[in-house]
């Protein structure tokens, strides 16, 4: 429905948020709007049981602010689940401000921004995430505390790239031995969709055990340097999803496993750094089910980048936080197990124990 062809007695028919499809008895949603700086964002709370609401902030062009919300809601629900099953205590929150981060992001923007998180008390913490640099983080938190990932020199985690690209690396390695019965990836192919911060240091993991990797991305140059420095093989066929490869990698944006997708596929193990790879959680987790192909839950193996920042907050340090994302591999294997034997999605599996989790600390 089009909101500019609406008549000013019909709006109060529309149910733009609660009924938005991705809804999800979210606690909060707060829109945030400043004319000066050109800030248009919408912070999402989703569950705060567990503790404060933490997620990253996304800047994206998005299409209509239609797909910024549903965004925003569907990433928030998966931080709750991913603080839960990784046993943070952490609600699930997220953030998206609309606009190009490469024209439009500027240091007032930022801070405007980090005071409309201020203004929610703590019952939200930031973080970085696509479009998002350590140093963005840096200068939200001169008007907020609420906010991690900032740089080392001020004392925070740093970039939570690499520690959320070891975490997926370890899921990788769990979800292999479960299906080919050996965890090293010597030899394996193994397609990395998206080489971004994370995506490339999965290049680096997979390289340096012996894996054969094939890299796409929309950014060429891109393509060219990862592949020079690593070794990958660029993909360059028309037919990405229907490559013979061991192991898919969505390490892009969401929603790249739905109806079509799903048919084509000929790997036999997913496992990447995406959120909401599943376009529709139950249909396409039971496509895969009986495709027979092993999907490590994408709100499990990329909790590194989260475990990272909660770090700030307990305060724990380097080995403490490589301990935790070393026992996704471990989580991962036992949700699989979970799955097989319930005869259930491995979707499913790993949200009960996060919902279980949620629960427990609501009672």
């Not at 705060?48 to 629900?77: F, I, K, Q």
């Not at 370890?170 to 030899?187: E, W």
């Not at 796409?216 to 020079?228: C, K, T």
Request: charged share 25%; glycine share 10%.
């Amino acid at each position: 429905m089009d909101a500019e062809v609406l008549k000013a007695n019909e709006l109060k028919k529309v149910a733009p948020v609660f009924g938005q499809l991705s809804f999800d008895n979210h606690e909060q949603v707060v829109f945030c709007n400043d004319k000066d700086t050109g800030l248009k964002a919408i912070i999402g709370i989703h569950n705060t049981n567990l503790g404060p609401a933490l997620g990253g902030t996304r800047m994206w062009n998005y299409e209509s602010e239609y797909d910024a919300l549903n965004d925003v809601l569907r990433l928030s629900r998966g931080m709750t689940f991913k603080s839960a099953i990784t046993g943070l205590n952490l609600g699930g929150g997220k953030a998206v401000i609309i606009g190009d981060a490469k024209t439009q992001k500027t240091p007032a923007l930022m801070r405007r921004f980090g005071e409309f998180v201020h203004s929610l008390s703590g019952k939200y913490i930031t973080a970085e995430d696509v479009g998002m640099e350590t140093e963005d983080m840096d200068t939200v938190r001169e008007v907020t505390p609420y906010v991690s990932g900032i740089s080392e020199e001020k004392g925070g985690s740093g970039n939570p790239s690499p520690i959320t690209a070891y975490g997926v690396f370890m899921g990788m390695k769990a979800a292999a031995r479960y299906k080919f019965g050996n965890d090293n990836l010597k030899g394996k192919k193994v397609l990395v969709q998206g080489i971004g911060h994370v995506g490339e240091t999965l290049v680096k993991h997979i390289t340096d055990e012996g894996g054969e990797v094939i890299i796409a991305d929309i950014n060429q140059d891109r393509l060219v340097e990862v592949s020079n420095k690593y070794g990958a093989k660029i993909f360059e066929g028309d037919n990405l999803y229907g490559l013979d490869v061991d192991i898919y990698a969505p390490c892009a944006l969401g929603a790249t496993l739905n109806n079509q997708t799903i048919s084509q596929l000929k790997a036999k193990v997913i496992a990447g750094a995406a959120n909401n790879q599943l376009a529709d959680e139950l249909i396409h987790g039971e496509l895969l089910q009986k495709k027979g192909i092993v999907y490590a839950p994408d709100f499990l193996i990329n909790a590194g980048g989260i475990i990272n920042v909660y770090a700030e907050l307990v305060k724990y340090d380097k080995a403490e936080i490589i301990r935790k994302t070393e026992n996704i591999y471990d989580t991962t294997l036992e949700i699989l197990s979970k799955a097989e034997l319930e005869d259930i999605t491995t979707h499913q599996a790993a949200l009960q124990i996060a919902q279980n989790r949620i629960l427990a600390a609501k009672k």
